[in-house]
T-cell receptor, first 114, second 112 residues
């Protein structure tokens, strides 16, 4: 059980550029979640997947955001035409029914939009 | 939408002292989680509380859940410096797959 991994750990980009983050969940965890955390706040839910199906998206997930989990394993989160307000820590978590709804978080990707 | 409120948001305490962090939430739920976050790091799961009256203890931390009052507490006993971190409560509501609603966190600093 190697834990949730995320890449890259840090990303600095210029406003208007596209960025993509990757999350690898714990092996055999079929549920995967994306959250966003800004300074001084708790994580805010963005979206989640069960296997490859995206089952819920938050209103925070504007049209510029898209998430995929094509084979039910790793997931990607893409932000198009980044804005300074997108600067945040993007956290991925995974869970398995065997552990109920307890979610295990990855180290996060810190995005800075200049 | 579910609201989760923690207080205090900032807590500075001396080593050896006791204190309690409170987590209130606005809608009935019987699944509550406590996480710890160190600066620049991700969230570490501390406690999972899944029923009314649930109490769990790990070292100097003890968490409890009162679903009728919509309140969870995280009690710190004889604080030590290593407990300095931000503590979040999170509530699972309205979803069978565990969408979590987080409080703003309590930033705890323990000083000698």
């Amino acid at each position: 059980d190697t834990g949730v991994s995320q890449n890259p750990r840090h990303k600095i980009t210029k406003r208007g550029q596209n960025v993509t983050f990757r999350c690898d969940p714990i092996s055999e965890h079929n549920r995967l979640y994306w959250y966003r955390q800004t300074l001084g706040q708790g994580p805010e839910f963005l979206t989640y997947f069960q296997n490859e199906a995206q089952l819920e998206k938050s209103r925070l997930l504007s049209d510029r955001f898209s998430a995929e989990r094509p084979k039910g394993s790793f997931s990607t989160l893409e932000i198009q035409r980044t804005e300074q307000g997108d600067s945040a820590m993007y956290l991925c978590a995974s869970s398995t029914p065997r552990r109920g709804t307890e979610q295990f978080f990855g180290p996060g990707t810190r995005l800075t939009v200049l | 939408e579910l609201k989760v409120e923690q207080n205090p948001l900032f807590l500075s305490m001396q080593e050896g002292k006791n204190y309690t962090i409170y987590c209130n939430y606005s809608t009935t739920s019987d699944r509550l989680y406590w996480y710890r976050q160190d600066p620049g790091k991700s969230l570490e799961s501390l406690f999972v509380l899944l029923s009314n009256g649930a109490v769990k203890q790990e070292g100097r931390l003890m968490a409890s859940l009162d679903t009728k009052a919509r309140l969870s507490t995280l009690h710190i006993t004889a604080a030590v410096h290593d407990l300095s971190a931000t503590y979040f409560c999170a509530v699972d509501w309205g979803s069978t797959l565990g969408r979590l609603y987080f409080g703003r966190g309590t930033q705890l600093t323990v000083w000698p």
